[in-house]
Every structure is written in structure tokens, then in C-alpha cells.
């Protein structure tokens, strides 16, 4: 069955850049029906789209992160990968990585477990 | 699009009718229309697309509707596994946006 699964450091120091990486299983990452997506969920509170990828590499990001936020894919390995640069501690979350069903014009149908980072010196 | 959810919380026993509302500050299709469940610890699961298209497996007993600005979430006997945070989102233009949920709580 589909599973994602994000890894990555969970403390980074502030001015610093975060790294995540989502293996995907079950699926290919190359499959032309989904996109790949990143949103993040700050203690206690709701949920905040980050932006997407295709195989294609082609990305589209929320304007709120000012052009902090990259993303990568690696077909070869079924991963994906987010970098946020410039972190403060307001970018302290839990961090889903999620596929977008682009068949059903996008909902997030399957997530990882989500992975917690917390930014501080 | 900020979307509002309501209420806030919502306390029921097991049994009863749960009706779950989101608001959308436009009007928006109700293709681009989901909800997710939330339990502590968890990651968000798909219960809706479309608005009313139950995702794989999710039970009948969940249902939703509506248009335009306006959508309901409804399950029509809470079961105990369904206390939980619920969070409508529009995935259309951008930013996606999320409501910032509702908790169903047992009374």
C-alpha cells in the first residue's frame, strides 16, 4: 500500500536551513497522476500548506514563505525533498509530507506520520 | 480564500448527529472542496473530496455537501473512533488553505 515517510534532523539552530526528505513506497514517485506536497502544522494549532512538486520538478510554493522554500525529487530513490532556508523559530512545526490526488483535482489523500523540527539555538 | 470553521468545538455523545460547518470568505467550486480527520498524535486522513465524494474507506455515515461559500460536514451516528479535529481545505489557486478545524468532543 501507499506509505510516505519524512526523515530529517529534528532540531535546526535559527538562520540555519531545515532539510526534509519524504521516501514514498507503493507507488511511483514518477507517476504522472500525483503531485507531491509538503505542509506543516505548528504546535497545537492548524494546518499550512507549503507547495508541491511534480516528477517534472516543476514546484509551487505558498507566498507566505517569501522564496524561502525549494523542493527536490529523486526518481530513482522515490523521494522527495523540501529545504526552508533562513528558519526562525516560527518555523518550528510538525512536518507532513503528503501525495496530491491530481486525478481528483488535488486533495492530500495519503501522509506520512509527520516529523517534528524545532528551531532553536 | 480564508475559510471558517464552526463551531469551535462541538460536544455530542456517541449516537448522535454531528453537523460540521465551513465557510469560505468567496465563493469557490466544490470540486476544490476536502476534509480531513485529525486525531492527537496523528497525521490528517482524507474523509472528503469534491466536496461530497467520500475518500477510500471512509464510512457512510460520513456525508457532505454544499456550494458556493458555504459546506457541511456531516456524520449521522458518531461512533466513538470519530472524536476527533476535523479541518475543511480549498485546493485550488494559491495559497491552498486550510479552516483552522473544528473539535468534536464527547459531551
Known amino acids: 500500500q501507499v506509505q510516505l515517510q519524512e526523515s530529517g534532523p529534528g532540531l535546526v539552530k535559527p538562520s540555519q536551513s531545515l532539510s526534509l526528505t519524504c521516501t514514498v513506497s507503493?507507488?511511483?514517485?514518477?507517476?504522472?497522476?500525483?503531485?507531491w506536497s509538503w505542509v506543516r502544522q505548528h504546535p497545537g494549532k492548524g494546518l499550512e500548506w507549503i507547495g508541491y512538486?511534480?516528477?517534472?520538478?516543476?514546484?509551487y510554493f505558498n507566498p507566505s514563505l517569501k522564496s524561502r522554500a525549494t523542493m527536490s525529487i529523486d526518481t530513482s530513490k522515490n523521494q522527495f525533498s523540501l529545504k526552508l532556508n533562513s528558519v526562525t523559530v516560527a518555523d518550528t512545526a510538525v512536518y507532513y509530507c503528503?501525495?496530491?490526488?491530481?486525478?481528483?483535482?488535488?486533495?492530500?489523500?495519503?501522509w506520512g506520520q509527520g516529523t517534528l523540527v524545532t528551531v532553536s539555538s | 480564500i480564508v475559510l471558517t470553521q464552526s463551531p469551535g468545538t462541538l460536544s455530542l455523545s456517541p449516537g448522535e448527529r454531528a453537523t460540521l460547518s465551513c465557510r469560505a470568505s468567496?465563493?469557490?467550486?466544490?470540486?476544490?472542496l476536502a476534509w480531513y480527520q485529525q486525531k492527537p498524535g496523528q497525521a490528517p486522513r482524507l474523509l472528503m473530496y469534491?466536496?461530497?465524494t467520500r475518500a477510500t474507506g471512509i464510512p457512510d455515515r460520513f456525508s457532505g455537501g454544499g456550494s458556493g461559500t458555504d459546506f457541511t460536514l456531516t456524520i449521522s451516528r458518531l461512533e466513538p473512533e470519530d472524536f476527533a479535529v476535523y479541518f475543511c481545505?480549498?485546493?485550488?489557486?494559491?495559497?491552498?488553505?486550510f479552516g483552522l478545524g473544528t473539535k468534536v468532543e464527547i459531551k
Open positions: 503528503a501525495r496530491v490526488d491530481w486525478g481528483n483535482y488535488g486533495p492530500l489523500d495519503y
Open positions: 507503493g507507488v511511483s514517485i514518477s507517476s504522472g497522476a500525483y503531485y
Open positions: 512538486i511534480y516528477y517534472s520538478e516543476s514546484t
Open positions: 468567496q465563493s469557490i467550486s466544490s470540486t476544490y
Open positions: 469534491g466536496a461530497s
Open positions: 481545505q480549498h485546493y485550488a489557486g494559491s495559497p491552498w488553505t
